[in-house]
T-cell receptor, first 117, second 112 residues
């Protein structure tokens, strides 16, 4: 098991461009989460999936953000018409559902650092 | 809504000193509580957890006790090492709403 992986690790884009990030969770995990972390702050929850179903979206997730998990395995997070305020580290995490085992502890990937110029 | 408040940092200690990082929370029901650690240049790692009142989580010499009466989950270590230098995040989750709510993080620097 290689843990949670994210691609790319770094992305620099110009304001107004669209970007897409990918997350591959731990293979047996049925839950997948996206967070955003700005410098000096704790991660902020964006959305999560149970298998392929998107079950919750934070108010932080504006209409320009969309996430998918089409086959219940990897997930993508797309940001349309990027703004400078979107510059942050985007973190992906995975877990088992709490009723499957454990307390729902989440395992994080290394993150994708987005810089919007 | 849910929230987590951590003691303000940064915290600087000498090696072998005693560490306490305070964490208090606001949540309805009975959340699970976590401490995550972020070492320089690395991703978030789960350090320890507690799922019900009076549970004590422990790992790598760190401990934290789930205190429902004071809504706290303070992190302690009896003797810190230089290698403990990192950012520590307190977090909570509720079964129904699965996103973790994090505190702001506390930067710890341990000097030799």
């Amino acid at each position: 098991d290689t843990g949670v992986s994210q691609d790319p690790r770094h992305k620099i884009t110009k304001r107004g461009q669209n970007v897409t990030f990918r997350c591959d969770p731990i293979s047996e995990h049925n839950r997948l989460y996206w967070y955003r972390q700005t410098l000096g702050q704790g991660p902020e929850f964006l959305t999560y999936f149970q298998n392929e179903a998107q079950l919750e979206k934070s108010r932080l997730l504006s209409d320009r953000f969309s996430a998918e998990r089409p086959k219940g395995s990897f997930s993508t997070l797309e940001i349309q018409r990027t703004e400078q305020g979107d510059s942050a580290m985007y973190l992906c995490a995975s877990s088992l559902a709490p009723w499957d085992r454990g307390s729902g502890e989440q395992y994080f990937g290394p993150g994708t650092r987005l810089t919007v110029t | 809504g849910n929230s987590v408040t951590q003691m303000e940092g940064p915290v600087t200690l000498s090696e072998e000193a005693f560490l306490t990082i305070n964490c208090t929370y606001t949540a309805t029901g009975y959340p699970s509580l976590f401490w995550y650690v972020q070492y320089p240049g690395e991703g978030l790692q789960l350090l320890l957890k507690a799922t019900k009142a009076d549970d004590k989580g422990s790992n790598k010499g760190f401990e934290a006790t789930y205190r429902k009466e004071t809504t706290s989950f303070h992190l302690e270590k009896g003797s810190v090492q230089v290698s403990d230098s990192a950012v520590y995040f307190c977090a909570l989750s509720r079964l129904i709403s699965s996103g973790l709510t994090f505190g702001e993080g506390t930067q710890l620097t341990v000097n030799p």
